[in-house]
Each structure stands twice: as structure tokens, then as C-alpha cells.
């Protein structure tokens, strides 16, 4: 029997050994990303002229000799990447030739913080980009939201709407990505790690059918927080967004926990920059991704 594109990148998903690599900085972040690249402001006069620079940023890295699905599982692209082209092929397509799941960041960022937490802008027109992303060859999505105090409330609020929405996308046929971030620098972590565990384990004991989500969670401030949740029947995979840490940082913490990989963005790139020739730009990332492959797959 034939098996299809899909069920080869879940299984892929579920029990592949690598990490996400997060490819999907929008356009409040770009301009920091590019001067973290070494391209600095006022090199572009337009957003366009923006996006187009970050583009080529992405494609020269997910077509580099290193990046491929020996080590990199699945990339996640930002909307404008996503329709781009690389290889002369859609972007979605060229990253699966090289063996790299193809997911979308959907949401349209953050509201105003409210009740310690902020939640998701409306996203009009889903569907359709929904629609449009199974069309190119997307398996997934991604969502964020944060948590930035203390609050049994605003917690559940941001849980329940990422569970929501996550129906929505399983609906069109695409895993989805749910990222209710805890940031670093907020007092009291590890008591709102606490409580976010509980809504997620509540939100999927009472999910239905043959449904499942995967998570993207701060590493924890205590080791194995999340290892229920990992073991879940309900959750594919459990990936750990970077969070500010440095890249030797954030390995050390995420190597403590097992059965957690990563999905690191500014880790995966803080040393690559527009200056350097494609071989050292190659050995550049080759070696970051080595640090966060070992991370993901050898645990302490």
C-alpha cells in the first residue's frame, strides 16, 4: 500500500531524531533579526525591501549543505517565506526535497497584556490561509501566545484559546503547533509552569477522535516538568522554544530534559552573518546545528 506525503513527515514528527528549526520572524521582529544578521537599518526603504532581505537570509540557510532532515526535522516559515521560492521551486517544496517538514507561523501576534498574559490577535481570514498552506505542501502550524505572571485566570484563557484554534487547523487537515510561552523574566515561573501544565493536561484529556497537537513550551524551570505531557497520547512532540538564552544556555537547560526537543530560533542563527563567504556561512550553522541536534537527542 501506498503511503502518503503525510503520514510519512507524522511519522517523521512524532519520532524523528533532530529539532525544529524556527525560520518565522514576522514583521515586528525582521528589523532585529536582519541587524542580528549584520544588515543594518536603513539598507531597506520599504517593507518589502525588508522582507525580500530576510528572504534571501532564509532561503541562503534552508539551501546550505548542513540543513537538511539528517539532523533538521521540520522549519517553521514565516507567511511571505512560505510563498516564496527557493531552487526555483515554492519554499514548502524545497525544503521537503532536502527532507524538512514544512510548517506555517499562522497567528498575526499579540494582544495588549491583560490579566498577566497575552493572548492572540484575531486572525481574519484563517481558513483561507489554511486552505493555502495544505495547497503548498504544509504539514503544520504554529501559534504563540505568553504568559508573563502569575495567574490561574489569564492562563486558562490563552490554553483554551490555543486548543480552540488548534481545532480549527486539525480541521484542514494540518497538525498544529500550540506555543503559550512563559517568559524568563517573569517572578514566579515555575508556579505559572505549574498551572499551564494543568490546563494543557486538562484540555487534552478531553480532546476527541484520533486528534493530536503538538507543544512548543519555554524550557522549564525544573527539569522534566513536562514529561506527562511528553508520554501524552493526545501530543505528537514537545519542543522547546529558545526563550532569550544563549544557544550554549539554552542546550545545557534543554538537555536536562528528556524526551524535549528544540525549536530554536535566535540560538539556531545569532552566528551567521551576511558577510560571510557560503563556506564559512555553512560551517557556521552546520556547527549550530550540531550542538542542538546533540541537545535534543543526547539528554543528561
Request: proline fraction near 4%; charged fraction near 25%.
Amino acid at each position: 500500500m501506498m503511503v502518503s506525503q503525510h503520514d510519512v513527515m507524522m511519522a517523521q514528527m512524532v519520532s524523528g531524531a533532530g529539532f525544529i528549526a524556527a525560520l518565522d520572524q514576522s514583521g515586528g521582529s525582521t528589523p532585529g533579526a536582519l541587524k542580528a544578521y549584520g544588515v543594518a537599518e536603513g539598507s531597506w526603504s520599504s517593507d518589502a525591501e525588508m522582507y525580500e532581505l530576510i528572504h534571501k537570509m532564509r532561503v541562503r540557510i534552508i539551501t546550505a549543505p548542513s540543513f537538511n532532515g539528517a539532523k533538521v526535522l521540520a522549519a517553521i516559515l514565516f507567511e511571505k517565506t512560505m510563498d516564496g521560492q527557493a531552487d526555483g521551486v515554492p519554499v514548502p517544496t524545497a525544503l521537503w526535497n532536502r527532507g524538512v517538514v514544512p510548517f506555517l507561523k499562522m497567528d498575526k501576534g499579540l494582544e495588549d497584556e491583560a490579566d498577566g498574559v497575552q493572548m492572540m490577535k484575531p486572525m481574519p481570514g484563517l481558513d483561507e490561509l489554511l486552505a493555502r498552506a495544505k495547497g503548498l505542501g504544509v504539514f503544520g502550524t504554529k501559534m504563540r501566545s505568553v504568559v508573563k505572571g502569575v495567574s490561574q485566570g489569564g492562563i486558562a484563557r490563552i490554553v483554551e484559546q490555543q486548543f480552540q484554534i488548534g481545532e480549527q487547523i486539525i480541521g484542514h487537515g494540518l497538525m498544529p503547533i500550540l506555543e503559550p510561552e512563559v517568559s524568563l523574566k517573569m517572578e514566579g515561573r515555575a508556579e505559572a509552569e505549574t498551572i499551564l501544565h494543568d490546563e494543557i493536561l486538562k484540555h487534552l484529556d478531553a480532546m476527541t477522535g484520533d486528534r493530536r497537537v503538538m507543544l512548543k513550551l519555554t524550557i522549564p524551570a525544573e527539569a522534566d516538568r513536562y514529561a506527562d505531557l511528553i508520554g501524552h497520547h493526545r501530543v505528537a512532540r514537545v519542543v522547546a522554544l529558545s526563550g532569550g538564552y544563549s544557544r550554549p544556555d539554552a542546550c545545557a537547560a534543554l538537555a536536562k530534559n528528556h524526551g524535549m526537543i528544540a525549536s530554536f530560533s535566535r540560538a539556531l542563527l545569532e552566528d551567521l552573518r551576511d558577510g560571510q563567504s557560503d563556506e564559512e556561512f555553512d560551517r557556521t550553522l552546520g556547527a549550530a546545528i550540531d550542538e542542538i541536534y546533540t541537545a535534543s537527542t543526547v539528554k543528561n
